[in-house]
């Protein structure tokens, strides 16, 4: 009957110190890396395993997150460091309970602070000041969840069509 895929890309805003993190690892090998070719060979595996520290720490330091909406299934994949995908979740959208935004009193029993009920929470969302972000409850094997999400406004109106009496907007 309904035939669509539609998928949003979402990127995680990097932590404030984290382009000096970067600039003081390098600076740092390079340091021991002298040092061992000039002074003493000792000062080489410090500066190996800097580089080493380097690569790992830029590789899972950078998220993006890919949702994918296709028929009746939400599937949410990480990406860390622009290469390596890792699948998050996939959702069967039929156990949807509530889509709403997170201000919204749909979801307000299921809030950090005030609320009522407390469930595993999943923040897949990019951080930026100026993007909403949308709470949802869904069970996933017989666990009820609780995850933060970036939506797109297809993503939504397609949700929003197909599930009216769950989702939420004003």
């Given at each position: 009957?309904?035939?669509?895929?539609?998928?949003?890309?979402?990127?995680?805003?990097?932590?404030?110190?984290?382009?000096?993190?970067?600039m003081?690892?390098?600076?740092?090998?390079v340091?021991?890396?002298?040092?061992?070719?000039?002074?003493?060979?000792?000062?080489?595996?410090?500066?190996?395993l800097?580089?080493?520290?380097?690569?790992?720490?830029?590789?899972?330091?950078?998220?993006?997150?890919?949702?994918?909406?296709?028929?009746?299934?939400?599937?949410?994949?990480?990406?860390?460091?622009?290469?390596?995908?890792?699948?998050?979740?996939?959702?069967?959208?039929e156990?949807?309970?509530?889509?709403?935004?997170?201000?919204?009193?749909?979801?307000?029993?299921?809030?950090?602070?005030?609320?009522?009920?407390?469930?595993?929470?999943?923040?897949?969302?990019?951080?930026?000041?100026?993007?909403?972000?949308?709470?949802?409850?869904?069970?996933?094997?017989?666990?009820?969840?609780?995850?933060?999400?970036?939506?797109?406004d297809?993503?939504?109106?397609?949700?929003?069509?197909?599930?009216?009496?769950?989702?939420?907007?004003?």
């Amino acid at each position: 009957m309904y035939n669509y895929r539609i998928v949003t890309q979402v990127t995680r805003k990097p932590k404030p110190m984290t382009g000096f993190l970067r600039m003081a690892m390098i600076v740092f090998a390079v340091i021991f890396l002298l040092m061992g070719i000039m002074l003493s060979q000792g000062f080489m595996l410090p500066g190996f395993l800097l580089v080493v520290l380097y690569y790992f720490y830029t590789t899972y330091c950078q998220k993006d997150y890919e949702y994918i909406l296709e028929d009746n299934h939400l599937t949410i994949d990480v990406i860390f460091g622009k290469r390596h995908r890792r699948p998050a979740h996939n959702l069967d959208m039929e156990a949807l309970e509530v889509l709403a935004p997170s201000w919204h009193d749909a979801v307000a029993r299921y809030r950090r602070d005030g609320g009522s009920v407390r469930l595993t929470k999943y923040d897949y969302t990019s951080y930026e000041e100026d993007t909403p972000y949308y709470t949802m409850i869904i069970t996933e094997n017989r666990e009820k969840i609780k995850l933060l999400l970036d939506l797109s406004d297809d993503m939504i109106q397609m949700i929003k069509r197909r599930y009216p009496d769950r989702v939420f907007l004003s």
